[in-house]
């Protein structure tokens, strides 16, 4: 199962990528899209979005981790809201080498 979160707003996004994120359903910071499929459109919709999410692959533990706190059964296409990390994310910027 793979997973994308949003990490950033999108206030300065242009408008291609506002329209991807709202296909995505990623309206909000920190909301968290669940896909059980290997489809070459999404992976294509989250590479464009890449700026302003997260995403990858995510283990059957932590899928199970999060189905018990939050006591729901995710499937392909859920999306769940969640919290910020506690001490916040370290940093938001790349490192240029």
Do not use: W
Not at 11 to 19: G, K, T
Not at 23 to 32: A, I, Q, T
Not at 61 to 89: A, C, K
């Amino acid at each position: 199962m793979y997973a994308a979160v949003k990490v950033r707003g999108s206030v300065d996004a242009s408008e291609n990528i506002s329209e991807t994120l709202d296909s995505l359903g990623l309206d909000k910071k920190n909301k968290v899209l669940f896909i059980d499929s290997d489809s070459d459109s999404l992976k294509g919709m989250m590479k464009k979005a890449k700026d302003y999410i997260a995403y990858g692959e995510v283990s059957e533990e932590t899928v199970e981790e999060i189905e018990n706190q939050r006591d729901l059964n995710l499937e392909h296409g859920d999306r769940v809201s969640m919290t910020p990390p506690s001490g916040g994310f370290k940093t938001t910027k790349k490192k240029l080498c």
